[in-house]
């Protein structure tokens, strides 16, 4: 039976006291409007309100408490792509630049820490990247990537320090990258800029925005009239182009306690056969922490997403003495076609801005989106827009996963909509299980919960209808399309899409059976 053992909480929230702002209540009318409340949307906000536009933040949590409150902290001018892939997608001039472009974002970060006295524990640390003797078949990708970046203008070295916590096989470092926590930034962002020209809205659902002169931004509480909207959600909400040129991955963490002491600060990137993990110590007033994080699996694909979290934490035990799991967590990022994040208006759009495709790589991407969108938005010229503008055209470089991506889309939409449901229907589902059943002719997503009761929802996600797939780790509803994910309520956690998956009503047991008795619908099908 699935439990709910690992799924805990990220170590930032758990960390950290939220901020209280109110929800929107009424119609407003503001120069920007900023949908998203973590980092890509608070340092719009911070850029714009400095340059005297008047903002409106509309966050449906609390401030930080989406992916950016779900991230590692680590902040960093290399990219998970890989510097020697975006060098063979495109050229060596659009690899020094993506890295130059990082470490400004890093730089923004590091000054506005220092001028408001942010306590996030900002630290200047190396950045690794390499293999193990068990990983060896990697070390050439490591020994690819070191040339790449010594190309680039960050001080780099081929040899691990001495008291490195691995036995190193290949090593590339990069000196003078850095760490933080997120979620504490952020928070001190939103209080730095929170007052009359910055009004920020927690608990508000933005349900629709109409493009227009002005746009008007729908949301669970009021209209926002804004000249310009920012869609600063991690995927925008809403279709567009870029989710069909974008692979969705969740990550899993944990963060533990150590029998002995930490491994010096650092990030350090252990790249396997398949995978790679990312490890960071972490101390604060409640304990020192060891941050592991391992490769992405694509939403919505792995049908026991607790052992993601199970394979975590056997890395963990077979590197370190570990004490105590304390958090368990997972965060989502989007892999674009050609190895960039895209950043500015959208093909069909004038005043909508969008910021996503940061893979795993957000920090420091959502950073640098809010620098490129504020320039836009307030007409200043910014020397990194054009490379990240997402109405650009790169057939070769993203060929081969936008085939991939789609290829899997087209995959799930035909197999999914065959596929006749679990063959033992509802009386198959255990407790704190979700199984996708055909009720009707529909299919539906069922949920039992602890007592029995099933909780009926509509298993079309509600962003272009691909069938949503079980997640046990996280007890959620997952898009394998383009990465939607929802509750076990249907409530959206995770856009692309707006709406809420549709209520079928919640029914004791006993009722169901007899209602399925009674439409001659129990399954016995077996699989398509
Ligand atoms: Fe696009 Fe579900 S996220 S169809």
Redesign the pocket.
């Known amino acids: 039976m699935a439990t709910n053992h690992y799924y805990t909480q990220a170590i930032w929230s758990a960390t950290t006291s939220p901020q209280k702002y109110p929800p929107l209540t009424e119609d407003i009318e503001v120069d920007v409007a900023i949908v998203g409340g973590g980092i890509t949307g608070l340092t719009t906000a911070y850029n714009l309100t400095k340059a005297g536009k008047r903002v409106a933040i509309l966050e449906k949590r609390e401030i930080g408490m989406g992916t950016t409150g779900s991230s590692t902290g680590n902040l960093y001018g290399p990219t998970g792509e890989g510097l020697a892939k975006i060098a063979s997608k495109h050229d060596e001039e659009t690899m020094k630049s993506v890295v130059a472009s990082r470490l400004a974002a890093v730089d923004f970060i590091e000054r506005l820490v220092k001028e408001h006295s942010i306590d996030c524990e900002f630290k200047r640390v190396p950045w690794y990247y390499f293999t193990t003797p068990e990983s060896s078949s990697k070390s050439k990708q490591v020994e690819n990537e070191l040339e790449a970046a010594k190309k680039t203008n960050m001080e780099v070295s081929g040899k691990a320090p001495a008291g490195f916590p691995f036995q190193v096989d290949s090593i590339l470092e990069v000196k003078n990258q850095a760490q933080f926590d997120p979620l504490r930034y952020v928070q001190a962002l939103a209080t730095a800029i929170s007052g009359p020209d910055c009004r920020i809205f927690e608990k508000t659902k933005v349900e629709h925005v109409e493009e227009g002169t002005p746009c008007t931004v729908h949301t669970s509480g009021g209209k926002v009239k804004a000249k310009k909207v920012v869609k600063a959600t991690h995927s925008p909400l809403g279709?567009y182009g870029v989710?069909t040129a974008m692979e969705?991955y969740r990550e899993y963490a944990l963060a533990v306690k150590l029998k002995g002491n930490l491994p010096a600060g650092g990030v350090y990137w252990h790249q396997h056969e398949k995978q790679m993990y990312s490890v960071r110590p972490y101390s604060n007033e409640k304990g020192n922490f060891l941050l592991v994080l391992d490769a992405s699996k694509m939403v919505g694909h792995e049908k026991h997403t607790e052992e993601s979290f199970k394979k975590v934490e056997e890395y963990l035990r077979k590197h370190f003495e570990v004490d105590k799991i304390e958090y368990t967590w997972a965060a989502q990022n989007y892999q674009p076609a050609d190895g960039l994040a895209y950043i500015g208006t959208s093909p069909l759009e004038n005043h909508t801005y969008i910021a996503t495709g940061f893979a795993a790589d957000g920090l420091v991407y959502g950073t640098l989106a809010g620098m490129i969108i504020s320039d836009a938005i307030v007409g200043k010229e910014n020397k990194w827009a054009k490379l990240y503008d997402p109405k650009r055209f790169t057939p070769v470089a993203s060929a081969k996963k936008w085939l991939e991506e789609n290829m899997h889309?087209a995959k799930h939409l035909v197999k999914d909509y065959l596929f006749k449901g679990d063959e033992k229907g509802f009386e198959g589902i255990a407790s704190g299980e979700g199984k996708i059943v055909e009720l009707n002719g529909e299919k539906v997503a069922a949920y039992r919960n602890e007592k029995g009761q099933l909780q009926i929802l509509s298993a079309a996600?509600?962003?272009?209808?691909?069938v949503?797939h079980w997640n046990n780790g996280e007890k959620s509803w997952d898009?394998?399309?383009?990465?939607?994910r929802f509750s076990i309520d249907g409530e959206v956690l995770e856009?692309?899409?707006y709406a809420n998956l549709a209520n079928k009503g919640s029914l004791p047991k006993s009722q169901m059976e007899q209602s399925l008795n009674q439409t001659g619908n129990k399954k016995k099908e077996g699989e398509g």
């Open positions: 279709i989710h969705v889309v996600c509600t962003h272009m209808g691909c949503v898009c394998p399309c383009h990465g939607s856009g692309p899409a």
